[in-house]
């Protein structure tokens, strides 16, 4: 089994190739894209980077307060997405 780099999972087979969709709920969610810009990088453009990473701070306190009772693991890397993401604005 392969990943290429666009997402897309497939394994060559003697019969034929299948295809499937990889989804990544912490880095790239399908749900905040909306054609070549994420959210993220339109909230920047229009409320500012400082507002932005309180955004930031807030989502990730989120994440982290609900994580034992919803998405576990997974809310505990997307809490951590957010702490990234306040780092790299803040070096901006």
Known sequence: MVIRKDGVMYDDL??????????DNVNHP???ETGKYECIDVMI???GKEKVMAFCQLNAFKYLYRS???NGTEDMDKAQWYLNEYKELENM
Do not use: L, N, P
């Open 45 to 47: 453009e229009i409320f």
């Open 30 to 32: 399908k749900h905040y």
């Open 68 to 70: 034992d009772r919803k």
């Open 14 to 23: 003697s019969f034929g190739t299948i295809t499937m969709e990889v989804t």
